[in-house]
């Protein structure tokens, strides 16, 4: 076990803009281990695997990793988040006040459900006051948004056929019946679109689901409302099915990389809004971004099964009720 340390002169992670989560990390902050700690991630740490770390040290041990750690990405407020390289093909996921943990519950669950889904295996989650540090391993790949503009039809042709094949591996995963429209975890539904919004009572239908999408904080004139409801294809059998749902597929989210002189899909990232959700949730959410004169063509690849074209009557209900927002 390691020393504890003089926490008088508590180190910090110096050099960076005070925008920086970096900035305000030090080996004095509370670290706690929320999930299991893998053998790489233990070992990045300098963690003996037969004794746990003293909080004090292992904050420590953590600042000297992420003050060596090559950025990979950072959010638009890099004091909320940002992706960290570590090194040994470990990720790292750093998030202020993470409201829940599903990306990382959800990489768990496909690990043993889907081992073989395009997905980051996880490696351990820890708390360091009020960051959150996810580790999860790294393949040496690029975004598809990086490559997209540039690639020639048969290449989009080829990558859409690809992501066919993961998602309809995805949407197997089965949701028992009866079972809440929520995330492997019991998190409960989220609508991010503008601003989010989180479902207070457990959602059992697809009206149910319908009704939370409808009763926004800005849900416009009740005319308008009841007019939209009355077109909704959700009173109408067969229900759709409930279908695990990655809830963010978008190019920025897809690793790819070329491999005998083929582009391959070599994962999906960001989990963080995954549920299971109505099997059309996945067209109206690969969409959301989507702007009236966007020139991005991606939309037109979006593979068949999620597709707006598959659930054209839902993604145009939905499109209206967006109105309401503008």
């Known amino acids: 076990m390691f020393p504890p340390r003089n926490l008088e002169n508590a180190t910090v992670v110096e050099g960076y803009g005070e925008d920086d989560m970096r900035t305000s990390i030090r080996s004095s902050d509370s670290a706690e281990v929320i999930f299991p700690l893998s053998d790489t991630v233990r070992s990045l740490l300098g963690m003996s695997n037969s004794a746990e770390m003293q909080p004090q040290c292992l904050a420590q041990r953590l600042v000297d990793v992420i003050g060596s750690s090559k950025v990979v990405w950072k959010g638009p407020f890099a004091r909320q988040k940002m992706v960290l390289s570590c090194g040994h093909n470990v ?40 960051i959150s540090l996810i580790f999860m391993t790294h393949l040496h790949s690029t975004t598809l948004a990086e490559v997209w503009p540039s690639l ?123 549920r299971f959700y109505p099997e059309y949730y996945e067209a109206i959410r690969c969409t959301n971004c989507m702007a009236p004169y966007d020139e991005n063509d991606w939309h037109l690849f979006i593979p068949d099964c999620v597709s707006p074209k598959r659930y054209m009557h839902w993604w145009l209900l939905d499109r209206a009720r967006e109105v309401r927002n503008v």
């Open 91 to 130: 990720i790292l996921k750093a998030v202020r006040n993470l409201d829940d943990t599903t990306e990382y519950t959800t990489l768990a669950y496909l690990h043993q459900r889907k081992p073989n889904i395009a997905a980051p295996k996880p490696l351990g989650l820890i708390r360091l006051n009020d």
């Open 152 to 274: 020639k039809t048969a290449l989009k042709v080829s990558i859409k056929e690809q992501l066919t094949l993961i998602l309809n591996d995805l949407r197997s995963l089965p949701c028992e019946t009866g079972n809440p429209f929520e995330g492997v975890r019991g998190e409960g539904c989220k609508d991010i679109r503008r601003h989010l919004r989180r479902s207070i009572t457990p959602i059992l239908t697809v009206e149910e689901f319908e009704g939370f999408l409808f009763n926004s904080d800005r849900a416009g004139g009740e005319v308008f409302v009841e007019l939209l409801r009355q077109l909704s294809p959700a009173t109408q059998s067969p229900s759709p099915a409930v279908v695990f749902t990655h809830g963010d597929l978008r190019p920025e989210n897809i690793a790819v990389k070329y491999e005998n002189n083929e582009l391959i899909v070599s994962e999906l990232i960001d989990w963080e809004y995954s």
